[in-house]
Each structure stands twice: as structure tokens, then as C-alpha cells.
């Protein structure tokens, strides 16, 4: 079997762990399509979070504690950053991490797409699953925020996220590049080979829609033969860890269950969905045309965390929906 997962960073990475097992267990094949939107240049250095997230959490180099970066990081090089004022002094990289954006530049720098980089990378790190970014092309998130003196300005998402820690008054998301991306290679092969493909529990609007946002990505997701299932990042009203629900409030949607599948919507009208899963508190979760089960959605361990895995690709096993008209 054949599995396609849609992922972002530290959620998407946990979600990974799971999926990893149950394909070890089930001689399945683990595709991620991650997330490049929160992709930053700082101090000449090209940093791509979501993908160091996976690649650090599945090869077993991640910090566990504080849930990003390297295990056993020092911090030497910020420090001396920091002694020249140099900007922007609100994001911290490690000494260790930054190895990881010397190589990653250097081979970008000499004409490697980012898909290539990824791939050199995870000979080392070994992740046990295949990784591919999204696009090789630039497909920036900014946000647009009011300014102090009446006007609107945008940002990059980090300065958002990490400075501001989403607390400025936000009218929206913008994925820049997004229109212009073409999918990475190997993305449409690897949906078209699907048997399943499966959204990860990741921040909707901020992780899987700048994957969705490119045209290419998700018009094979629309057209492919494999049934599409999406696995709840909203546990009984609240994001389980993290931001999301000041990401949809931006958007106006309900941060439940059922507000974040009214996003990917259902497949019969037009939307991504066949299947839904929610958490055993979510299990009166509605959305016309998608088959929705419950089931636990705590990733506490990559036991419970294969265990939704299951239940994911049992529910695509129901198969796909009709499309209308
Ligand atoms: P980021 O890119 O590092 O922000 O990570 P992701 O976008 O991949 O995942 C972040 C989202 O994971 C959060 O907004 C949470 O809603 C979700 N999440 C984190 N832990 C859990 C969990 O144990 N269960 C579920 N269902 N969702 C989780
Ligand atoms: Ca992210």
C-alpha cells in the first residue's frame, strides 16, 4: 500500500512517527508532502522549519522537550549575533541547526531544487519514510496586519508567529509564489501512486493550505484515484497544542472538528474530503457528503499514534465519494 500524507511541522512530524510504524508493521510506503510556507532566508541562510521538523523528529535528532530543533543544541552562534545587534534578534537558531542551513543554502546556492537538498539531507538523518517539500519554487506565507497608523502591512509568517505570536489584529493569510508554484518532483507522481492519502492533524490554514494553495498539488489530490482523509487537528474545541485557533479566527472558521473539515470541504462539492476522522469527543462531527468516525486523536505515543493511522486508512478503505453533477 501506498500512502500519501499532507504535513506541516511538529504536528505533521508526530502524525509521521505513527505512520512510519504502521507501514513498518504493514509493509506499507510513506510519502510526506510538507508544508514550505513558513520557509524564511535569515543571515543568508535558506530555513525550512516544517521540513527540519520532520527530518530531525523521524531520525530521532529532535529536541523532545521543546518540540523543535536539535536535541543537545548550544546556542553560541545566536549569542555572538545578538553581541552585533544583527536582525532579526527574535529568531533563534541553534549551532547545530545551522549546519543543517549551511548545507541546505550551499546546495541551493549551486542549483539543487529543494526537493534534491531534502533528499541529501535524509541520507543522513534516514527518516525511513520519503520526504518532498511541496513545491520547489518560493511560496512564501505572509500575513497582513493592520498598522499602527491606520494601514494595512504584511509580514513574513515567522515575524507573525514567533515575534508577535499571532497577537497583532490580522486580516489574512497570503501564500506568495503560491499561483506561480508548480508542484516538486515527485509530488504528483506520488499522489497519482496513492493508494490513500491522508491530512495530517497539522495547522490548517498555516500548514496545509500553502500546500493546497499550490494549483498543481492540489488538482492531483482532486483528479487521482485514491480517496482523501483527513485526520482532525481540533480536539473538543481547542488546538491540542500550538496556535491554530488564532490562525482560524483570522479566517472566521470555528475552531472545532467541524469547522476545520468545512475547510478542506467534501469531495462531492468540489473540496478535498472523502473521509474525516475526529476524537471520540468530537463524534457527533458533521459534514454532508464526507463519512465521519471517531476515534482517540491524542498523539501521546507512537503506539496511540499508529493506532489513528489505522483508523485513518480504514475509514479511506470506505472508499471514495461521488462526485456531483
Ligand atoms: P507546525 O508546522 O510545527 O506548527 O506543526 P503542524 O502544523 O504540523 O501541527 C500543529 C498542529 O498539530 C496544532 O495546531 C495542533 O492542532 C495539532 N496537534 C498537536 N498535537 C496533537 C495531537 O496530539 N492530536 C491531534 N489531533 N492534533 C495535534
Ligand atoms: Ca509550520
Not at 532566508?41 to 531520525?59: A, E, F, K, Q
Not at 482532486?222 to 496556535?243: E, H, L
Amino acid at each position: 500500500m501506498r500512502i500519501v500524507v499532507l504535513s506541516g511541522g511538529i504536528g505533521g512530524a508526530k502524525f509521521l512517527v505513527g505512520a512510519r510504524a504502521y507501514a513498518r508493521r504493514t509493509g506499507a510506503e510513506v510519502t510526506a508532502v510538507v508544508n514550505v510556507g513558513d520557509d524564511v532566508m535569515l543571515h543568508g541562510l535558506r530555513i525550512s522549519p516544517d521540513l527540519d521538523s520532520v527530518m530531525y523528529t523521524l531520525g530521532g535528532g529532535a529536541d523532545p522537550e521543546r518540540g523543535w530543533g536539535r536535541v543537545g543544541e548550544t546556542w553560541t552562534v545566536k549569542e555572538e549575533l545578538a553581541a552585533y545587534q544583527a536582525e532579526p534578534t527574535w529568531f533563534g537558531l541553534g549551532d547545530r541547526d545551522i549546519a543543517t542551513h549551511l548545507v541546505r543554502t550551499t546546495m541551493l546556492n549551486a542549483g539543487y531544487p529543494l526537493s534534491a537538498v531534502t533528499e541529501a539531507l535524509c541520507v543522513r538523518w534516514q527518516p525511513g519514510i520519503r520526504m518532498l517539500p511541496a513545491t520547489d519554487d518560493r511560496l512564501e506565507t505572509h500575513v497582513v496586519v493592520s498598522d499602527p497608523d491606520g494601514g494595512e502591512r504584511a509580514i513574513h509568517f515567522q515575524e507573525w508567529w514567533v515575534r508577535h505570536r499571532g497577537a497583532l489584529p490580522t486580516h489574512r493569510f497570503v501564500f506568495v509564489g503560491a499561483a506561480e508554484a508548480t508542484p516538486a518532483a515527485g509530488v504528483p507522481e506520488a499522489v497519482a501512486a496513492a493508494d490513500v492519502v491522508l491530512i495530517a492533524p497539522s495547522n490548517p490554514v498555516v500548514s496545509i493550505a500553502p500546500i493546497l494553495a499550490v494549483p498543481g498539488v492540489r488538482a492531483a489530490l482532486v483528479d487521482g484515484p485514491a480517496p482523501v482523509v483527513g485526520v482532525s487537528p481540533i480536539i473538543g474545541d481547542a488546538p491540542v497544542r500550538g496556535m491554530a485557533d488564532r490562525c482560524l479566527a483570522v479566517l472566521g472558521t470555528p475552531c472545532t472538528a467541524g469547522g476545520v473539515a468545512g475547510l478542506y470541504g467534501a469531495r462531492r462539492d468540489g473540496g478535498l474530503l472523502d473521509g474525516w476522522l475526529v476524537d471520540d469527543v468530537d463524534a457527533d462531527t458533521r459534514l454532508d457528503g464526507v463519512e465521519v468516525r471517531a476515534a482517540p486523536l491524542w498523539m501521546s505515543d507512537e503506539v496511540a499514534t499508529e493506532a489513528m493511522v489505522a483508523a485513518a486508512v480504514e475509514l479511506a478503505a470506505a472508499g471514495r465519494t461521488e462526485v456531483a453533477g
